[in-house]
């Protein structure tokens, strides 16, 4: 790997053709990923890939005017003092703040670079080029600023709360759902069982863990995302099992009192929260009535109730 001072003029100018190449290609890629969720915003980086492609081609004239039109392959990943990027392919879904931090970090770094190879260079063509570039890179990181600023239209929005819902809110709500309720016929049970506020807390606790687990592998292995849309499916499967166990443990904590009949009384009140908040988002983000939401979300939550009751103190 070499240093930056030890580059010739007729490597800089290499290096900063095979820089341009890559950069297009990554915003191309930027523009792709987005093109489903915010077109305006991938047509804009679209534009950018295109100005990336002229600057390839005024160094190319440039540099076949100087030294031929043999061009060696000098990578930015070949010279010690480049920030290290992370290829596009594996960054999925693309976030609109991601790309844009991505985008202006990139552009920040070919300016500084544009400006450190002017200073260097002797040839009055090529230090009037590379200083050229460098002004154009310090606007495309001002554009790039201000992607993610964009208002975004209707559809967009749209677009944008439909990726929130299939990718954070369903998995989410099915895990607090499962949590809250199926839990509640092992807890309860065990309550009335023994009127032990202890042992009541550890078998709420394993209910809660491992339904959290079961429900976090089950949505993560149910859809890998790529036709549905749904997101990264580990991500699914996070979001759902962290939100199953919450569910579980909230009024599993309350048996930490060890009064039984307490505790049992605040885990009743936690559990009309717990329901209350799971009729609150199917109401908010699945556009379901509220009345009819809670009137649901309440029957079930009574009828394995009344299960773990009915166990627990046969």
């Not at 029957?299 to 009344?306: E, M, R, S």
Request: aromatic share 8%; charged share 20%; hydrophobic share 45%.
């Amino acid at each position: 790997m070499k240093t930056f001072d030890g580059l010739t003029e007729r490597e800089i100018l290499a290096l900063a053709i095979s820089q341009e190449e890559e950069d297009a290609r990554i915003y191309e890629d930027f523009a792709a990923g987005l093109e489903s969720g915010y077109p305006e915003q991938a047509a804009r980086f679209r534009e950018m890939r295109r100005e990336e492609d002229g600057h390839r081609h005024r160094l190319l004239e440039l540099y076949q005017a100087r030294f031929g039109g043999h061009v060696p392959l000098i990578r930015r990943q070949d010279v010690r003092g480049f920030v290290e990027r992370k290829p596009v392919w594996l960054v999925r879904p693309l976030g609109l703040k991601t790309v844009q931090k991505t985008a202006e970090s990139m552009e920040v770094e070919t300016r500084r670079f544009y400006e450190a190879a002017a200073r260097r260079a002797t040839d009055a063509g090529v230090r009037q080029l590379l200083g050229d570039l460098a002004e154009e890179e310090r606007n495309h990181a001002v554009t790039a600023g201000q992607i993610a600023l964009t208002k975004l239209s209707e559809d967009e929005k749209s677009r944008a709360k439909r990726l929130f819902v299939l990718q954070v809110i369903q998995p989410g709500l099915a895990g607090l759902m499962d949590g809250s309720v199926s839990t509640l016929a092992p807890l309860f049970a065990a309550a009335f069982a023994t009127h032990n506020s202890f042992q009541t807390f550890l078998v709420g606790l394993a209910a809660g863990v491992g339904a959290g687990i079961s429900m976090g592998f089950a949505e993560a292995l149910s859809d890998d995302g790529s036709l549905t849309g749904r997101g990264h499916p580990w991500a699914r499967g996070f979001v759902c099992g962290l939100m199953t166990m919450l569910g579980g443990l909230g009024h599993t904590l309350p048996y930490l009192i060890p009064n039984y009949k307490t505790a049992t009384a605040i885990a009743v009140a936690v559990v009309l929260v717990e329901l209350g908040v799971i009729s609150w988002v199917r109401h908010k983000f699945m556009d379901s009535p509220l009345v009819s939401a809670l009137l649901q979300v309440m029957l079930g939550g009574a009828l394995v109730f009344l299960a773990g009751i009915l166990i627990g103190i046969s």
